[in-house]
C-alpha cells in the first residue's frame, strides 16, 4: 500500500523558516516525480514545487521562488520542501504528491498519490 506521510508544518511568525518532510513507501520512490501543493481554506489545491526522481530538474511556483527549495534522498524515500522567509499567504495546508509519468506537470490530477497534509500557518 502506498503511504505518503508529510511532517514539519507549524505556526510560525512572518520572516521564519520551516522544513517539511515527506516520506514515501510502498512505491518505487527514485521513479516518481515528487511535488508539492498546498491548500488554503476555501481555495483549490495549487502548484509549489516539483523535483524529477534523480533530481536533475526542479520547477517552482512563482510566489514561492527564491524563498522555498526542494530536494529529495532517494535512499530514504523522503522529498523535502525548505520554506524560507515565510509570508502569511504561505498559510496553508501543504500535501505531498507523487506523479508516475515520465515528464513533469504541475497540475492537481497528475499526480497519483497524495499524503494527508501538513498544516502550516504564518503569521504577521
Known amino acids: 500500500q502506498v503511504q505518503l506521510v508529510e511532517s514539519g508544518g507549524g505556526s510560525v511568525q512572518a520572516g521564519a523558516s520551516l522544513r517539511l518532510s515527506c516520506a514515501a513507501s510502498g512505491l518505487p520512490f527514485s521513479s516518481y516525480i515528487m511535488g508539492w501543493f498546498r491548500q488554503a481554506p476555501g481555495e483549490e489545491r495549487e502548484f509549489v514545487a516539483l523535483i524529477t526522481g534523480s533530481s536533475d530538474y526542479t520547477e517552482y511556483a512563482d510566489s514561492v521562488k527564491g524563498r522555498f527549495t526542494i530536494s529529495r534522498d532517494n535512499a530514504k524515500g523522503t522529498v523535502y520542501l525548505q520554506m524560507n522567509s515565510l509570508k502569511p499567504e504561505d498559510t496553508a495546508v501543504y500535501f505531498c504528491?507523487?506523479?508516475?509519468?515520465?515528464?513533469?506537470?504541475?497540475?492537481?490530477?497528475?499526480?497519483?498519490?497524495w499524503g494527508q497534509g501538513t498544516q502550516v500557518t504564518v503569521s504577521s
Open positions: 504528491g507523487a506523479d508516475g509519468s515520465s515528464s513533469w506537470n504541475t497540475v492537481v490530477w497528475a499526480y497519483d498519490y
